[in-house]
């Protein structure tokens, strides 16, 4: 039997053993075992909560718990009791992503229960609510599901039926939540006056590749901006079968009226199932799951004892255009450290840059490209590896490449299919502007005013952790960067 106390004994005692060497410093991660999707992002008490999927038992995905950390700015996390495990029968498999709401004082999650039908490796997925006093202890209601497979509009399968985004209304409360219909990956709309009776309200999209998963909703701009994760994705087009995108559009008889194709919200190799909140302050600021379904992780295999990570938490905006635009939120910057400055360096053959090495560190690079058709950034370099950041002045193309560094992210340890990825963006002014976090293992990049965000995952079997410069003519670097300390 899986119960919160033996959840919590497990994480006590693994989190003592793991392995620390890929560990990111100033980015949230699993103490000990698994976890993927960011969960309940919300605010309660006076606290920022994040929850997340989490399985304590393994460092590898299993029966879904939810794990909680709180923080007041975002950036400084506590870790909190496991918050639920797959204890009822109404979620006996696991309690799979959801969201979480603030009602009369008291905090409300929203969840997928999943339950065994009785026939093997077959599930039934409806929604189930927990709550809590104190925002730390939750007590999950006797009677879920509140939204259950008899709820569902006709079409949809009973075993794709998940992860509810809540949110209040002016009449009351509505959730939108991912499914399988006759048209493929769908999203549905559910609405209630007291969080308990719930009625279907409509399809809100519709066509959404195979299946849907994770939608969030919200107001940005003027705009509705939806973002949700597609399985089975033209993989030509975003680069994988498995995504998260997003459109801005209009909301009109209860659905979503896309204006613009949808796009990739992260042009990384690592990132999904992203949540959303509104800062008291008026800031949409989105934090995702930042690893991928396609490949293995290292520090599974390896036996380190933990695997999972989050981006960095990113205030959302939209340009004139109606573009998202990512930038890490300001508050970072608190946790900036012995600043060093590159002037007008002038570049061409491979140059190392000494002071610009470390496992956890920012990077704001303008490079000047003169006449340089292309250049190249080396980070998590050693004498034999490097994470690679090329751009192509012609092509306008910025592309990452973790094929020479560390640990292939494949269970044999054979090359990775597609270790690489690529984003458009002009250059400003002839120069080239990146601002880079390194940490541990992860490498997040944001470019083009927060039009282009890269999050990406590398093992590096070395410890150096080095920074270098190459192009294909002369080019002048200036660099502001910081060791990032907690
Ligand atoms: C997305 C997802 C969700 C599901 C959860 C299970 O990564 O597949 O759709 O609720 O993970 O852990």
């Not at 959801?98 to 997925?125: A, C, H, W």
């Amino acid at each position: 039997m899986m119960t919160l106390e033996r959840a919590q004994q497990e994480l006590d005692a693994r989190r003592q053993k793991i392995n620390p060497c890929y560990k990111p410093g100033y980015h949230l991660s699993v103490p000990a075992g698994w976890h993927n999707d960011p969960n309940g992002f919300g605010f309660f008490g006076g606290r920022f909560h994040l929850f997340y999927q989490f399985h304590p038992y393994d460092s590898v995905w299993g029966p879904m718990h939810w794990g909680h950390w709180t923080s007041a700015d975002l950036v400084h996390w506590q870790d909190e009791p496991v918050a639920m495990a797959p204890d009822q029968v109404f979620d006996d498999y696991g309690c799979f992503s959801g969201t979480s709401i603030e009602k009369d004082g008291r905090f409300y999650l929203m969840y997928t229960g999943v339950q065994p039908t009785g026939e093997p490796n077959q599930y039934y997925q409806h929604q189930c609510m927990a709550e809590s006093a104190d925002g730390v202890h939750f007590e999950k209601w006797a009677d879920n599901p509140v939204i259950d497979r008899s709820m569902l509009p006709e079409g949809a399968s009973v075993y794709e039926f998940r992860d509810p985004k809540v949110e209040k209304t002016a009449e009351g409360y509505r959730v939108i939540l991912a499914s399988q219909g006759p048209n493929g990956g769908q999203l549905l709309c559910y609405t209630s006056k007291d969080l308990r009776e719930w009625m279907f309200a409509g399809v809100y999209a519709d066509h959404l590749a195979d299946m849907s998963e994770c939608p969030d909703v919200f107001e940005l701009g003027g705009k509705n901006v939806l973002i949700v994760c597609e399985i089975g994705a033209d993989a030509k087009l975003y680069g994988a079968p498995q995504v998260t995108l997003y459109t801005t559009g209009h909301e009109e008889n209860g659905a979503f009226c896309a204006e613009k194709p949808l796009k990739l919200v992260d042009q990384g190799l690592d990132f999904y199932a992203p949540q959303t909140i509104l800062t008291l302050d008026g800031r949409r600021v989105l934090i995702g799951w930042a690893l991928s379904w396609s490949h293995i992780m290292p520090t599974h295999t390896l036996g380190h004892g933990w695997a999972g990570m989050m981006t960095l938490p990113r205030e959302c905006t939209l340009d004139e255009n109606g573009v998202l635009c990512q930038k890490p939120i300001r508050e970072l910057q608190s946790l900036r450290r012995d600043e060093v400055h590159v002037e007008n360096l002038s570049v061409q053959t491979k140059t190392a840059l000494p002071q610009l090495d470390g496992k956890q560190r920012e990077f704001e690079i303008s490079i000047d490209m003169k006449d340089a058709r292309s250049v190249s950034l080396n980070l998590l370099e050693t004498d034999d590896e490097r994470f690679v950041i090329a751009y192509d002045r012609a092509a306008e193309i910025l592309r990452v490449d973790r094929s020479l560094c560390g640990y292939p992210l494949t269970e044999d340890l054979s090359p990775e299919k597609k270790p690489w990825c690529e984003a458009k963006m002009p250059l400003k002014d002839g120069r080239l502007k990146l601002h880079m976090f390194v940490d541990g293992s992860i490498v997040e990049i944001y470019a083009d005013e927060g039009r282009v965000a890269m999050s990406s995952l590398a093992f590096p079997k070395g410890e150096a952790y080095g920074v270098s410069i190459e192009a294909d003519s002369e080019v002048c670097v200036c660099a502001d960067s910081w060791m990032i300390g907690m």
